[in-house]
């Protein structure tokens, strides 16, 4: 009888142990849920850390501290973390889509849409899995599904504006101008302060030709939130089709100022600062932004044109310029008629004349990718590689 009840005491104290353990890994779960929503990440992984301590097949825990992770730049820890979740739920959703964020962020765009196809397998009627997965292809350049993603995102719901947005985005790319402004016209009409609109609005006047109104609508969305990056962006870009290169630097400048990491801004100032002849401060930029993301294929074909193309014979570097022309277009898969253009000016500043004159030939059969100025420079370059002579810009 007495080893009966000692047997049995001794499992009742493993089950309250047991169950005291799962008190303590749930509250320490809910106080690092907390510590995430304020942003305090390393709070929030110090919390998550104990909880899969005290119940290491919880896999929510594990997700949610890997996108604490990720908030940190912790790409690995975040990657292990999402493994792990999926090893313990094979059907996390938030693990998926957490970590097809993720690979895009870093470039690894197959993996971002191999992530997003299993979000949609899992949960066909949730709008944001083809925001997420249109996104993707929008990344790829295959606006097509991403336009069907998109739409299919708004039939599921129809009051997302981020579907409708990044549907009026991706009319943008494909310069179907009048849906474009349609979609962004219907987000106004459901919300009048959704930012975003008013400046993919501006876009499309901007792409118009109608710069007037373009400037209109990105200072409509200033005054709404004077600090949006992306109305500094847009209205950066509208001076640099006036050609006011100073504004266009004072407004990159001010996205660089909210928003030191961004990739974009450095490579649109780093045009304008080009377009001033200032290449030393171009070069500086491409060189922030390639830091930033080593895979920016507008910075390593900008930083390549400059380093093969610069009149200032200190700053050319040919063989430099080559490698980064090179990788510009792998990334975009031969498809971007400028960077094959930037390709050909490299190859012909390391005197590989042929190669310059193949490549040149190849960008030209696009002339619609060249702006009308521009793309007469483009065949006048052509003729000077067929003379054996490279490109200096002027």
């Known amino acids: 009888m007495r080893a009966i009840r000692w047997g049995g005491s001794a499992a009742l104290v493993m089950v309250l142990v047991a169950l005291g353990r799962a008190d303590e ?38 997700v949610l501290r890997g ?10 820890a975040a990657l292990a973390d999402y493994a792990k979740t999926l090893e313990l739920d094979p059907t996390n959703i938030r693990a998926y889509t957490y970590r097809g964020v993720l690979f895009l962020s870093i470039g690894e765009s197959d993996k971002a849409l191999a992530d997003f196809n ?16 249109g996104g993707v292809h929008n990344t790829k350049r295959d606006y097509d599904k991403a336009l069907a993603d998109f739409t299919k995102a708004v039939e599921l719901d129809p009051k997302s504006l981020d579907a409708r947005y990044s549907r009026g985005r991706t009319h943008l790319y494909k310069r179907d101008l009048d849906k474009a402004l349609a979609d ?11 930012v975003s609109a008013y400046v993919g609005r501006g876009d499309v006047y901007a792409e118009k030709g109608d710069l007037d109104k373009a400037f209109s ?31 266009a630097i004072t407004d990159f400048s001010r996205v660089l100022k909210l928003n030191p990491s961004d990739v974009r801004a450095h490579v649109a ?26 895979r920016s294929a507008d910075a390593l074909a900008g930083l390549a ?27 975009s898969e031969y498809k971007e008629p400028t960077f094959l253009d930037t390709l050909a000016a490299c190859y012909a500043e390391n005197g590989q004349f042929e190669k310059a004159v193949e490549w040149q030939t190849k960008a030209l059969k696009s002339p619609d990718a060249f702006p009308k100025k521009e793309l007469e420079k483009a065949k006048r370059r052509l003729k000077l590689y067929m003379d054996g002579k490279p490109y200096r810009s002027e």
């Open 305 to 331: 044109w400059i380093l093969a193309t610069c009149p200032n014979e200190d700053l050319r570097d040919g063989k430099k310029a080559l490698e980064h022309s090179k990788k510009a277009c792998e990334l």
């Open 184 to 194: 962004f016209d219907k987000i106004l009409e459901i919300n009048p302060k959704f």
């Open 118 to 133: 299993e979000a949609v397998k899992l949960d066909p009627d949730n709008s944001l899995t083809y925001v997420n997965r």
């Open 217 to 247: 609508e990105f200072n409509k969305a200033l005054e709404i939130d004077p600090k949006n990056a992306e109305a500094y962006q847009a209205r950066g870009d509208a001076w640099m089709e006036k050609e006011d290169y100073d504004k």
């Open 67 to 76: 996108f604490a992770h990720s908030r940190k730049g912790e790409r690995d």
């Open 269 to 294: 100032r780093a045009e304008a600062y080009s377009e001033k002849k200032e290449h030393e401060k171009a070069i500086a930029d491409f060189k922030a932004a390639l830091k930033l993301y080593a």
């Open 25 to 62: 890994a749930a509250d320490a779960y809910k106080e690092g849920a907390a510590a995430l929503e304020k942003q305090d990440y390393d709070k929030a992984i110090t919390l998550f850390s104990r909880s899969v301590k005290l119940n290491p097949k919880s896999p929510t825990a594990y």
